[in-house]
Every structure is written in C-alpha cells, then in structure tokens.
C-alpha cells in the first residue's frame, strides 16, 4: 500500500521554528512537494524536490526560510521550517509523483498525498 505520512506539526510562537516529515512506503517517487492551505484560502505551494536532489523549489514566501532534505535511509523528506510568521498558520501536505523528473509547482502535478499536518504559529 503506497502511502505518505506526515508528522512534525504543533504549535509554535512566531520565530519559531518546526520540522514536518514526509515519509513514504509502498514505492518509490522521483519528486516530492509540501502544500499548504490555510482556513478560508486555496491550497498553495511551499516547496519542491527531486528525490535525486538536483531541484530544488521554493515559494517566494517561504525561501531564506524554509528548506528541504531527505534521508534515503529512511524513505523520508523533511521541511525545516524556520522564522515562523502567523501567515504560515495552516494545514501542510506532502504529496509525491513518480513520473517527472523535476518538482511540480502545482497539485496536478503530484498523485499522492498525506492526510496533512496542522502548523499553527501564534503571534
């Protein structure tokens, strides 16, 4: 059974920092995203990789302070999440593929998904 699993989410006061994981079983996938969707507001993209490692993507809201990582070990990409602002309050996804090459920046581009991890940082 193919799946992603996040974990890592919680609460966290600005400045803060967090890091979800994503970790994948059943098969391999060539690229992985992490998405957000906050109340009210359409699921947006945060970050993208190769699982070769030589893309790398990032949201303009989000770079200098988010960046991701993998442990082929243990089939697992991570999101270090640094310099929290309220705006990044919402539920994250990972979603993987197996048919491209280079990350996605939309959610067509990916076909399977986690169940999604709630961030919430105070002010």
């Known amino acids: 059974q193919v799946q992603l699993v996040e974990s890592g989410g919680g609460l966290v006061q600005a400045g803060g920092s967090l890091r979800l994981s994503c970790a994948a079983s059943?098969?391999?996938?060539?690229?992985y995203g992490w998405f957000r969707q906050a109340p009210g507001k359409e699921r947006e993209f945060v970050a993208g990789?190769?699982?070769?490692?030589?893309?790398?993507y990032y949201a303009d809201s989000v770079k200098g302070r988010f960046t991701l990582s993998r442990d082929s070990a243990k089939n697992t990409v991570y999101l270090q999440m640094n310099s929290l602002k309220p705006e990044d309050t919402a539920v994250y996804y990972c979603?993987?593929?197996?048919?491209?090459?280079?990350?996605?920046?939309?959610?067509?581009?990916?076909?399977?998904w986690g169940q999604g991890t709630q961030v919430t940082v105070s002010s």
């Open positions: 059943g098969r391999t996938f060539s690229t």
């Open positions: 990789m190769s699982w070769s490692g030589d893309s790398t």
């Open positions: 979603a993987a593929d197996w048919l491209r090459a280079r990350p996605g920046t939309t959610s067509s581009t990916y076909a399977y």
